[in-house]
């Protein structure tokens, strides 16, 4: 993820950075990054990696979805940040902020090159998939810099 401030004045702290990851508006994984200044006219890069850490129980829309992603190689994951961050100019700092921002992803699966990856695991009961009428499954969402 790419982090911009633009403004030649003003430098940014970044208190607290909680990114959630949501697959079919349920959540999968949570990451709490390191916090960090941000100085003017700055570009800053955040390498959150997701990992199922629970299972995502889908109803029949979803699994129709999951389906429909798992032919395309594109899964649609939706990455929440929350944030609580400060301004500062000069010496003055501002008190605190906690804007939320959403970013709607679409995560290929590649399997060329590794760059990218994606698995799910399904919930087995007695040797057979749970499929009707809700599947159980475990995202994880793996990107690497090659």
């Not at 109803?59 to 594109?74: I, L, W």
């Not at 990218?116 to 809700?134: T, Y």
């Amino acid at each position: 993820m790419t982090i911009r401030n633009p403004n030649r004045r003003i430098g940014i702290y970044y208190d607290r950075i909680e990114a959630r990851a949501y697959y079919e508006d349920q959540r999968f994984d949570t990451e709490t990054l390191t916090p960090f200044y941000q100085g003017h006219k700055n570009t800053s890069y955040l390498n959150p990696v997701f990992v199922g850490q629970q299972f995502v129980r889908l109803g029949a829309d979803e699994t129709s979805e999951f389906n429909e992603d798992r032919v395309n190689g594109v899964y649609d994951i939706d990455v929440k940040l929350y944030l609580r961050i400060r301004f500062k100019l000069g010496r003055v700092k501002t008190g605190r902020f906690k804007p939320r921002i959403s970013c709607d992803l679409k995560v290929p699966l590649n399997t060329g090159n590794g760059s990218f990856g994606a698995c799910f695991w399904r919930n087995f009961d007695s040797g057979k998939l749970i499929s009707h009428p809700e599947t159980e499954i475990m995202p994880c969402f793996i990107a690497t810099n090659q």
